[in-house]
Nanobody
């Protein structure tokens, strides 16, 4: 069974920083791209950032220059460093990982349980 466990959310004033972590546990053949999505109340889930095993990154325009995604392949962990936080960054943040469980089956997307980030004005 593959599990994604997130940590690091919380309440922070505008302009502050938070660091989210997401660790993947369980048995799998390969861990491909990892990323973060977020969902604010009344809105659809949206892409925030992603990183490949080779450390190629991609960001939503709304977070470029403020957020940094990274990963530790040895620890099967992805991080999201969030700086200069704004009230509009308030959302539940979800970790995502594309994982190939066995060599004989296609890769699938897995999700964490979500962690709340609240930025006060």
């Amino acid at each position: 069974q593959v599990q994604l466990v997130e940590s690091g959310g919380g309440l922070v004033p505008a302009g502050g920083s938070l660091r989210l972590s997401c660790a993947v546990s369980g048995s799998f053949f390969s861990l491909n791209a990892m990323g973060w999505y977020r969902q604010a109340p009344g809105k659809q889930r949206e892409f925030v950032a992603s990183v490949t095993p080779a450390a190629t990154t991609n960001y939503a325009n709304s977070v470029k220059g403020r957020f940094t995604i990274s990963r530790d392949n040895a620890k099967n962990t992805v991080y999201l460093q969030m700086n200069s936080l704004k009230p509009e960054d308030t959302a539940v943040y979800y970790c995502n990982a594309n994982i190939k469980r066995r060599i004989s089956v296609p890769a699938s997307d897995y999700w964490g349980q979500g962690t709340q980030v609240t930025v006060s004005s």
